[in-house]
Each structure stands twice: as structure tokens, then as C-alpha cells.
């Protein structure tokens, strides 16, 4: 009890199971210093309240939207200390974006060198390689 007011608390087993978690993964963030220790029975069992499940339903999300742990530590670390971490998550999300954006012009590039091999595999059998023609003669 919190100033006399029944907070929740939940085992490692049970919050795990409520946000669709693996335990081992809260010991993991708990161990790279993601969500802090959390309070222990008097037989040692992992107890968290509403703030650590809060956290670990944002980390949940954020890792979702595909943030590393690095970044996710990174924001977590701005609004501990009280500051507004809008800018920083701005930001990651403009250079995600422009990742993302690198990564489909590769892949559309890709796809275009794949389409003209099959094109040319047309033409060609395995015959005409030691193992494979059509894969000997890529980029060729």
C-alpha cells in the first residue's frame, strides 16, 4: 500500500501474460536497465505496479513500430529526466523514414535486376553452366 491507497501489483508470470510478453524478456529489460528493479516479495518474486506496466506497454509499442532498445532507452531516458522527449521521437521517426525509404528504392532495384534475370532465364537453360546457367550467368 501506497499513502493507504491498494495499488496492484502483479507477478513477473502475470504482467508477462497481460501485455503477450515472455518473462525472460522483463528480466532481460529489467537487466539492460529499461524498467527498473522492481520490488520483491519476502520470497524473492518479482512484484511490478501500474508504472512499471505502463512502461512496459510503451516499450511494447515502440518496439512495434520497429524502435531498437537503444532508442527506446534513449526516449525513456529523456522523460525520466522530465524532459519532453516530442523533438527526439520527431526526429527518429524522419530518419526511419528515410531509411525505410532507402530500403524500398533497394528492393525496387532488386526486384527490377530479378524480373531481367528471369527474363534472360527465358532464353537459357542450366545446360549452359556447371551447376545452373540461369544463376552462373547473373549479372552477365
Not at 5 to 27: C, D, F, H, K, S
Not at 28 to 51: K, N, V
Request: some cysteine.
Amino acid at each position: 500500500m501506497r499513502s493507504g491507497v491498494y495499488q496492484r501489483m502483479w507477478r513477473i508470470g502475470e504482467l508477462a501474460a497481460e501485455l503477450g510478453m515472455n518473462p525472460r524478456t522483463l528480466r532481460y529489460y529489467e537487466a539492460i536497465g529499461l524498467i527498473p528493479s522492481p520490488r520483491r516479495t519476502s520470497s524473492g518474486y518479482r512484484l511490478y505496479g501500474r508504472a512499471e506496466r505502463e512502461r512496459l506497454r510503451f516499450i511494447r509499442k515502440a518496439r512495434a513500430i520497429g524502435l531498437s532498445l537503444s532508442e527506446i532507452r534513449e526516449i525513456l531516458r529523456l522523460r525520466d529526466a522530465g524532459q519532453e522527449p516530442y523533438d527526439h521521437v520527431i526526429a527518429l521517426l524522419d530518419r526511419k523514414i528515410a531509411d525505410l525509404d532507402r530500403q524500398i528504392r533497394a528492393l525496387e532495384l532488386f526486384r527490377r535486376e530479378l524480373q531481367a534475370l528471369r527474363r534472360r532465364a527465358a532464353r537459357r537453360t542450366c545446360r549452359h553452366g556447371a551447376i545452373c546457367g540461369i544463376i552462373e550467368h547473373a549479372g552477365s
